[in-house]
């Protein structure tokens, strides 16, 4: 007995060492970053900046690897198989981790178990826009006009089980438009055809679409936020525009596989918080109306669970399903 117990004390000792220099050493080469959305999209334009401020902060590179498609469920598979050492990290979002637990019956992976949350990163109010031949000046015209011409007019969402689907399934509830979704492989692509007017609406995180707005080819009817963006002071909120309660966006965060050291999830989430209180992050942020996030593990987990209630509700009565 005296034997196993010091056996027992010397291997508990031994785990202190290991984690004690794991969080020493730790990141001793460069980390990846994996994004569910190819280039182009709000989650690009998150990570980027935010990978870049992490990668100063850690002292050593941070490289964007981008994995797209299925509603982020290439990215999060591939995240689980990962070695859990803190070195393969991934930008979770109201996608990857809020509405698609929640849309497919059955994941390849569990949201919640198959990941170490480490760290919440951005709320970002969505814009809600429409190619600018739309003969539509605000959302009450557009919802009419949909109204007007059932099965006509088409929503784009950078996926089935998008965060973007589900806001445009919500609007629907709320306003009885008429509209079909089309999901795409990202907010880029979905941004391109909203643009050659192949789809006519989309609600999205404003890093999406802000050029094209800027540019005149898409028109923005409403920021789905209780503020106007600074950045377009003269489109009114979802509340101003007539329907308060619609308020919505996407969210960030950063996760990595189940069984990452709590020593270097402490590390990861010292620095995120670090990252994106930092005044050049917060100041990329505010030029996109991008708000920072800087919870930690268990207010991260608390999040995602409260987001998968909400968007549960929203499935189940709008009847939204993948392919």
């Known amino acids: 007995m005296q034997r196993l117990l010091t056996a027992v004390i010397g291997l508990l000792a031994l785990i202190v060492m290991v984690n004690a220099s794991a969080q020493d050493t730790f990141p001793n080469r460069p980390l990846r970053l994996v994004i569910s959305v190819p280039p182009g999209g709000a989650a690009d334009f998150i990570g980027r900046v935010v990978g870049a401020k992490l990668a100063e902060f850690v002292h050593q ?61 951005s709320l970002l109010p969505a814009m809600m ?41 919500q609007f629907k509830i709320v306003t009885g438009a008429s509209m079909t979704h089309v999901p795409y492989k990202g907010s880029g692509p979905a941004v391109v055809d909203l643009v050659a007017g192949h789809v006519h609406m989309m609600m999205d995180g404003l890093p999406s679409l802000i050029g094209q707005i800027k540019s005149g080819r898409l028109r923005a009817l409403a920021a789905m936020s209780q503020k106007r963006f600074a950045v377009f002071p003269d489109v009114p909120t979802i509340g101003e525009a007539g329907y308060p309660g619609l308020e919505d966006g996407v969210w960030y965060g950063l996760s990595g596989p189940t069984g990452i050291p709590r020593p270097i999830v402490d590390r990861l989430a010292k620095e995120m918080a670090r ?35 909400k968007w549960g509700e929203i499935v189940r009565i709008s009847g939204a399903a993948p392919d």
């Open 61 to 121: 590179n941070v490289v964007i690897e981008g994995r797209p498609g299925a509603g982020g469920i290439i990215a999060s598979e591939y995240v689980t198989n990962a070695t859990p050492d803190g070195y393969t990290l991934m930008l979770t979002s109201s996608t990857t981790h809020g509405a698609a637990p929640v849309l497919y019956k059955k994941l390849p992976y569990d949201a919640m178990k198959g990941f170490t949350h480490i760290s919440g990163v």
């Open 129 to 169: 826009a429409i190619n600018a031949d739309v003969p539509a000046k605000t959302v009450k015209d557009f919802v009419a006009l949909t109204k007007a011409n059932p099965g006509k007019y088409l929503f784009s969402s950078s996926g089935n089980g998008s965060a973007p689907q589900l806001f445009g399934e």
């Open 275 to 309: 990252v994106v209180t930092s005044p050049d992050v917060q100041e990329r942020f505010a030029t996109v109306g991008a708000l920072p996030m800087p919870i930690g593990p268990k207010q991260y987990e608390a999040f995602i669970l409260s987001e998968n209630k």
